[in-house]
């Protein structure tokens, strides 16, 4: 059913549209996975939104972004997503701190342009935002803020507690000015306890709140997830909490501050590992790709590369020992269950092993297609962007940025029947929207535009 409503959703691919100049045809040093990876790039969906125009649930939801780097503007870009116009307030001299975090870059199509280009990093987290430059120490720039508060329904921060309230532009304070203000602070350790001033950073928090500690091979040493995983699910929950904050608001018509962390969020994603301690004080241990509970359930190897495989119950082992032919496995009491797989996890692995290494790659991704066994090759990115059911899913799409023409970005993951989001902007150069915030929102003449830009209260 989901399949055929995609089908007629969308249009449908085609060969005659597909650009191979957009790319090169995938190479594999090792394997090819010809029937698993498209080897040719379809071009990205353009949004057919109009710019800056918004279908999404949030439009009509005005919101101040007062972050930078990763956890608060992937908040941000979110709630954008969803319809929301964000109006993403930077330091004039340098903007967002990613916006030098290079390369790689996204060059000016004006060879003229001598300044910093885009970088990739700040492009993968601030589309559908416009762009404002604000003092916050000058007079003038608190000012700016706290007659944006009056028209804004939601404002997300990252700055250490107790900051923005000393320069006048705590939750507090702003609550005064507008009491249905939705405040969102994202941290490190949260607004309260013995850590709370720390600043946080992703793979900090992934040493001290468990998550290197289970990350690596069994006898190896702990490694961090290879993206800033804890900042990405301090943003979700972020944006979860602004979007129950909406809801509530619509009755009770008072905002409320949220406090979220990127120490309480992780902790909170050790989900089942936590439960383990928690129930049984059962301490987790690295284990690479396998699973503690179940077996076999993680990457194996082949002849020439690897394969993931996950046996997760009785009825899969018989069908994974029938693809291989290994059916003699079924007979052995020590894999009869899954329970027995667990206690003789080694011997099972080593078994394996030895007939999987006897095949390469391809052949046991066409042995275990349709088999009813969960698997999946190993990709890099580059085959992941190639990948039939990503570019089916509009996953990859295309926009205009001012400076750098058309770049790719990411497409956004969750389809909506009605009231859809989109990718409506491409992110913007450091105070592109000064001007239209300060003069259409705020209602300032040009002449007090300029007089804040010769006083250094906004970029130039």
């Known amino acids: 059913m989901i399949s055929s409503f995609y089908s007629l959703a969308r249009k449908p691919l085609s060969s005659t549209t597909v650009l191979k100049s957009f790319a090169p045809r995938l190479q594999t040093s090792s394997f090819s996975t010809t029937k698993y990876v498209s080897k040719e790039f379809v071009p990205p969906s ?35 997503d969803l319809g929301a116009e964000v109006i993403k307030v930077e330091n004039p001299k340098s903007g967002d701190d990613t916006r030098a975090w290079g390369p790689p870059w996204a060059s000016s199509l004006d060879a003229a342009d001598t300044d910093l280009p885009e970088s990739a990093y700040f492009l993968c987290v601030n589309r559908n935002k416009k762009s404002v430059t ?37 939750y507090e304070q702003l609550k005064e000015i ?40 069994r006898n190896g040493q702990p490694v961090k997830v290879g993206v800033a995983i804890t900042d990405l699910t301090t943003g979700l929950y972020a944006h979860g909490a602004i979007m129950a904050s909406i809801i509530r608001r619509a009755t009770t018509g008072l905002g409320q501050h949220i406090d979220c962390s990127l120490l309480d969020c992780q902790v909170a994603s050790l989900a089942n590992i936590a439960s383990n301690y928690l129930v049984g004080n059962q ?35 018989a069908k994974l020992c029938k693809s291989i032919n290994r059916e003699e496995l079924l007979l052995d009491p020590r894999f009869k269950t899954n329970g027995e797989r667990v206690k003789h996890r080694v011997e099972l692995l080593k078994l394996l092993e030895d007939r999987l290494t006897q095949e390469d790659t391809e052949h046991w991704l066409e042995a275990l297609t349709g088999s009813g066994i969960p698997f999946a090759p190993i990709n890099n990115i580059e085959q992941t962007f190639h990948h039939p059911q990503v570019l089916a899913r509009d996953m990859i799409q295309e926009v205009d940025h001012p400076r750098a023409g058309k770049i790719k970005v990411i497409g956004i993951p969750v389809k909506y029947s009605e009231s859809k989001p989109s990718i409506r902007m491409a992110p913007p150069v450091l105070g592109q929207h ?5 003069e259409g929102i705020l209602g300032y003449s040009s002449a007090k535009v300029s007089e804040l830009r010769t006083e250094g209260v906004i970029g130039k």
């Open 46 to 80: 353009k949004s057919s939104v109009p710019e800056g125009v918004s279908n999404g649930p949030l439009q009509g939801i005005r919101v101040l972004d007062l972050t930078r780097v990763l956890a608060g503007p992937y908040c941000t870009m979110l709630l954008g």
């Open 134 to 170: 604000v003092n916050l120490k000058a007079e003038s720039g608190k000012k700016i803020i706290h007659e944006l508060v009056k028209s804004c329904d939601v404002l997300v921060e990252n700055y250490l507690p107790g900051k923005l309230e000393k320069m006048g532009l705590g």
């Open 178 to 217: 507008n009491p249905k203000l939705i405040y969102a602070s994202i941290t490190g350790y949260g607004q309260d306890g013995p850590y709370a001033n720390r600043p946080g950073y992703d793979v900090m928090i992934e040493a001290e709140a468990g998550l290197m500690h289970i990350t690596g091979e």
């Open 283 to 317: 301490e987790a241990q690295r284990m690479g790709t396998s699973h503690p509970s179940i077996v076999p359930y993680q990457v194996m190897p082949t002849k020439n590369s690897f394969v993931m495989i996950g046996a997760g119950n009785d009825g899969q082992f």
């Open 434 to 438: 000064t001007n239209e915030i300060l």
